[in-house]
């Protein structure tokens, strides 16, 4: 079992910087490839942002890449998900989720196994 809590969602203006954080606790975080996902109102979940295990491979959906970044410590347990340059249209619930596979498909979120709760970011025009 792994709980996931997200964390470092606010207001910001276009153009503006937010760093999130998923923080877990339980089972050995190391184990877990961790997502970011995003849900805007009246929209279905959509892939951001992924990393493997050991950080070694990362993922990103094509709306994001060059602006957002993705990364882990394992040894604090937690996955970053920096932003920059932000748009209006980034405006969101981000969630973080946790898979204990190694091979997975990181851009569906059918495959994960744990979710966080959600942070809300909003990016003004």
């Known amino acids: 079992q792994v709980q996931l809590v997200e964390s470092g969602g606010g207001l910001v203006q276009a153009g503006g910087s937010l760093r999130l954080s998923c923080a877990a606790s339980?089972?050995?975080?190391?184990?877990?490839?961790v997502g970011w996902f995003r849900q805007a109102p009246g929209k279905e979940r959509e892939f951001v942002a992924a990393?493997?295990?050991?950080?070694?491979?990362?993922y990103y959906a094509d709306s994001v890449k060059g602006r957002f970044t993705i990364s882990r410590d394992n040894a604090k347990n937690t996955v970053y998900l920096q932003m920059n340059s932000l748009k209006p249209e980034d405006t969101a619930v981000y969630y973080c989720?946790?898979?204990?596979?190694?091979?997975?498909?990181?851009?569906?979120?059918?495959?994960?196994?744990?979710w966080g709760q959600g942070t809300q970011v909003t990016v003004s025009s």
């Open positions: 989720a946790a898979d204990s596979t190694y091979y997975s498909d990181l851009r569906s979120r059918e495959i994960y196994d744990y």
């Open positions: 339980g089972r050995t975080f190391s184990y877990y490839a």
């Open positions: 990393v493997r295990q050991s950080a070694s491979m990362t």
